[in-house]
């Protein structure tokens, strides 16, 4: 169905940030949360249009943009991710001397391209999302202008993603000489008559996935996730982990999915991706063991849970693949913000050794965030448990066990180091001073709610199951 | 007249360049100038594509291309002006406060 309706979510997140970036320029207050208050109005409002949409398959311009079930629900999510970004940014903001107005007007276009880039089934139009998530996202790293790491970690981030973006562009190039068009469906349809004998097509389709492997850290092109995790403000890091991610995936599983279907199974862009799975499962878990800072920590074990989310796609299981992403928000943002709870002015507290004996000094915070890191680490009832277990199921139904147990062993290497971080907390006395400056409510309603999330997720994940099954029924 | 295929052979010519210098160079703005290269590569792939098979939807893909290349590289430019301000380099072997 056509209708304006499918332009109307973008329209308002993208005239937001326009909003919001001249408000800031002209206002010139102190106090930045109103710009956090007025995102939210309009965030919720996106929300509402969303929700209207459901069901309806609306599409805009000539079909380019695509509002179906996944789409939407994709959007949702990120809608909830950057509002949770919003609130526990307010307290880290206004602590570490972060421009405001650049925070949320940046956030707002960067979540117009996650927007774009998953409700689109035209190659370009994906591209396109993907560089406006990508630009605003460079900036966002180097937003603590002063501080030597975050302009490390944007300099990084711009270097490595422009770099992924141009293989994405020259594969993009090789597909269109196969195909003539830059569908997803006119280039599998190109595949379809010989699918190992397009040379041309497949080394394409493989530029691709390079392009994409880097935006969503697959091994080996995870290079620069740590550095910019590490360097990134903490609230940026937290939206690095969970939204392009989650985009990245779901682009991934639009184009690739539709092959397994047509039984391109055995063909050698499989093989290659079953090893990148194994491989990003085994180091992003190992490598993980050795980290002392715990944002390095938390960036290796994004690095391992891509490796999870590939099984899901390799599996061809879209439902536990949005459900995966679905808990990752939670116990991500949940995980990142008890680490800006602990903060201070002009200081953070990032090392292992600050969260000795934090437990007890601190109770509510010590198990809030040592809940988030069981769910992690995959232990029931949390959310993160069945997460885990639907995408190894999943995977096991489709013939793909050996993948799965290596997927079982990982997972138990990387619960070593969660684990670490709650006998820290517990099992040691305090070594260092660390203290919390202001109780801030909003970062606590979002860890609450984050808890909250991944409790329900685990506990009583029906009702979410049902909606991601309709969504995820829109792919074919 | 030069076939269209030359055009492609040149373009990939140009991408490999691109990733060599990415790779074997020092400092940030000519390692910004390969990733360009690769950029004006893959515009040159779709030119030579879209004359060959006489398909025309690349020629206004370009115009995206080159749009998105701009942005990019006014992004790029701010933040080595950033870094080099705070470290008056820019050298890559001096990002280095990161480790681990």
Known sequence: MNGFGALAPLLIIVGAALVILLLDAFLKKDNKNYLACLSLFFLVVCAVFCLRSWNKNLSYFEGQLRLDNLALFLAFLFLIAVAFVMFIGMKYLTLQNVPGGEFYGLLLLALSGLMIMT????????????????????????????????????????????FASAFLIFGLALLFGTAHSLEI???????????????LGLVGLGLVIIGFAFKISLVPFHMWTPDVYEGAPTPVTAFFAVGPKAAGFAVLFRILAPYWNEGFKSGRIFDVLWTVAALTMLIGSLIGLRQKNIKRLFAYSSIANAGYMLIAVLAGDGASLIFFLTVYLFMGIGAFGSLIALSKKDREYTDLEDFAGVGFKYPWLGAIFSVFLLSLAGFPPTGGFLAKFYVFVGAVRQDLTSLVIIGVL??????????????YMYMREPERDVDIEIENPALFLVLFLCLYGVLQLGIFPGNVLYVIRQAAASLF | MIPASYFFLLSVVLFVL????????????????????????????????????????????????????????AIGLAIVMLIFRQKKSIKTEDMRSMKG
Do not use: H, P, W
């Open chain 1, 185 to 199: 469906s006119a280039v599998l349809s190109s595949f379809r008559a010989n699918f190992e004998g397009q040379l």
């Open chain 1, 410 to 423: 990982t997972s138990l290497i990387s619960a070593f180091y969660y684990l670490r971080i709650i006998v």
């Open chain 1, 119 to 162: 409700s689109s089934l035209n190659f370009i139009v994906i591209f396109l999302g993907l560089e406006v998530l990508s630009v605003s996202s460079y900036a966002l790293a180097g937003l603590k202008g002063k501080d030597e790491k975050s302009s490390e970690s944007a300099i990084k981030y711009f270097l490595m993603g422009s």
């Open chain 2, 18 to 73: 691109g990733i060599i210098a990415f790779f074997l160079k020092r400092d940030l703005i000519t390692q910004l100038m390969a990733v360009e290269i690769m950029l004006n590569a893959a515009n040159l792939a779709f030119l030579a594509l879209a004359k060959s098979s006489n398909f025309l939807d690349a020629q206004v893909i370009v115009f995206f291309i080159i749009t998105v290349a701009a942005a990019e590289a």
